[in-house]
């Protein structure tokens, strides 16, 4: 089936370390994003990617990194710089070039706590 | 920036009855998005609807982008329709959507 796979589900950081939340499409889309949700919120963008080899930075971009290699991926890296790491956070996608009218489509997310 | 309004913040129904939600904007949008967040936080895709009415079994939706708003319906409720609804948005020449904070349905057997 056609969709948007995140993973892990959950995962658990220690102060100091970076982990790397992944995010696979196999939608053939071209846009795809990383939003923040904290509790009893809405989602917040961090980075989205239109093309292979090129992201720009959201509305809280601080402290995370992406990369854009292949069509298919857009891994997150939370970095030990961001200083609130713990949320969940939700991978889309859409199709076609940006600025774009077409529907995003989420993952499952993933959630991120921090031992 | 763009200001997503939902009301009500909160809504209790008991089982069979109707609802509505709805998103008002502040500014001309190309596109609008309904979503039902479950309680395991899937993000569920509802309704792609920058303008008119689109039905989909008990879930219908209208959009008057003239008049800025967005009505959801949701009709003999379930529940299995308790969750959260957001509605989001995007502007002409953006990338991104903006999300309301969301209407927190609870329905009652």
């Known amino acids: 089936d056609g969709g948007i796979t995140q993973s892990p589900k959950y995962l658990f950081r220690k102060e100091g370390q970076n982990v790397t939340l992944s995010c696979e499409q196999n939608?053939?889309?071209?846009?795809m994003y990383w939003y923040r949700q904290d509790p009893g919120q809405g989602l917040r963008l961090i980075y989205y990617s239109q093309i292979v080899n090129d992201f720009q930075k959201g509305d809280i971009a601080e402290g995370y990194s992406v990369s854009r290699e292949k069509k298919e991926s857009f891994p997150l890296t939370v970095t030990s710089a961001q200083k609130n790491p713990t949320a969940f956070y939700l991978c889309a996608s859409s199709q076609g070039l940006l600025p774009s009218n077409q529907p995003q489509h989420f993952g499952d997310g993933t959630r991120l706590s921090i031992l | 920036g763009i200001q997503v309004e939902q009301s009500p913040p909160d809504l209790i129904l008991q089982e069979g009855a109707n609802s509505t939600l709805r998103c008002n904007f502040s500014?001309?949008?190309?596109?609008l998005q309904w979503f039902h967040q479950n309680p395991w936080g899937q993000l569920i895709n509802l309704f792609y609807i920058p303008s008119g009415t689109k039905q989909n079994g008990r879930l219908s939706a209208t959009t008057v982008a003239t008049e800025r708003y967005s009505l959801l319906y949701i009709s003999s409720s379930q529940t299995t329709d308790s969750g959260v609804y957001f509605c989001a948005v995007s502007m002409d020449s953006s990338y991104k959507l903006i999300f309301g904070s969301g209407t927190r349905l609870l329905v009652r057997p």
């Open positions: 500014d001309s949008v190309n596109n």
């Open positions: 939608l053939n889309h071209d846009a």
